[in-house]
């Protein structure tokens, strides 16, 4: 426990009625064959943590029946079509071009359909917003929201700690913000706006409210100043969790590690 960072807490006679055991899923990392630096980066961060966890190719992804496989799938940081398109045909050998392709994309959906869990970490998120059919939308890469501007900064994240996903965090605490995306419901028609929850979407975490800022350089903060920062988001059977900001950095950013390490257990 001390060499991991663990909190360990005994109880004395009988568990409490509402606890209930976690862990045991089966991981899956994503490692694409196009350079990606974030998929070392997680991979180092589960190693030196001592989740078990699966490398899983584009091939894999493509041939489908992962939830045969596995519970979990982390899809690290990247632009979709870097994920879907991957290396253009001639470029390399053909076992290490195509990315994961349409054939990859119905594979997941086909996954989370059936009850497993997408992990998305910051610009992957993009993938799903674009490939599934959700009702939300990125409003920091929004045209009309140019005037954001963050290379890698400090910022506000209200976290609720009663969900899954913020257990054991502080309910306030830094999140590193580099061009990353804040979510809102989508509208129902083009102009009109979304005031009541939409069914199975949830904003576990959101970005401060005025000044977001702690540390760094950030234009145009208004932009996510409130929004959501960590969304749950009920897909079929499964879930989508999208993660807006770098929670992983390097295997340096600790304050927000454990939104990664919450996203992967089994309940």
Known sequence: ARELGLRSIGLKGKAPANVAPVGGARVGLHKPWVENIDEGWTRLLLERYEFPFTNVTDQQIRAGNLRAQFDVLVLPDGAPERLVDGHRPGALPAEYVGGIGTSGVEALKAFVNGGGTLVCLDSSCGLVLERFVLPVVDRARAPENSRLF???????????????????????????????????????????????????????????TGDPLLSGWLEGGDVIAGHGAL???????????????RAQHRAQSYATFRVVFNALMRR
Not at 233 to 244: A, N
């Open 231 to 245: 969304a749950d988001v009920t897909y079929g059977r499964g879930r989508l969790v999208l993660v807006g900001f």
């Open 150 to 208: 963050c290379p890698g900064s400090l910022v506000r994240l209200s976290l609720d700690t009663s969900h899954p996903l913020g257990f054991g965090m502080p309910a306030d605490t830094a999140a590193l913000f580099a061009y990353g995306s804040a979510y809102e419901l989508r509208a129902r028609e083009p102009g009109s706006a979304v005031s009541a929850p939409a069914p199975g979407v949830t904003f576990v975490g959101k970005y401060g």
